[in-house]
């Protein structure tokens, strides 16, 4: 079992930074990708916002693109995002996730607000 922790959201003005956090805990495999998603809207479905593999491969939404970097301290089974030039469309639920082993496990979430 993994349990993944968050911290960092809240509100910023456009332009803004933030900087989201993630540590995961229990038995964490050496192959794994940690990552962040998004949830904009009841409306629309969660979205990948980047993803890190333990071997340092990125992928990153072509949204942020340029704007954010998500970044891993293995040793301590930490992942952080850096979002930078924050626009008001950022504003989502940011979900931690690490798919580890054969099982696939989520933060509770943190609210990020951009305001105009």
């Known amino acids: 079992q993994v349990q993944l922790v968050e911290s960092g959201g809240g509100l910023v003005q456009a332009g803004g930074s933030l900087r989201l956090s993630c540590v995961a805990f229990g038995t964490i495999f050496s192959n794994n990708v940690m990552g962040w998603y998004r949830h904009q809207a009841p409306e629309k479905q969660r979205e990948l916002v980047a993803s890190l593999t333990s071997d340092g491969s990125t992928n990153y939404a072509d949204s942020v693109k340029g704007r954010f970097t998500i970044s891993r301290d293995g040793a301590k089974n930490t992942v952080r995002l850096q979002m930078n030039s924050l626009k008001p469309e950022d504003t989502a639920v940011y979900y931690c996730?690490?798919?580890?082993?054969?099982?696939?496990?989520w933060g509770q979430g943190t609210q990020v607000t951009v305001s105009s």
């Open positions: 996730t690490i798919h580890n082993g054969l099982s696939d496990y």
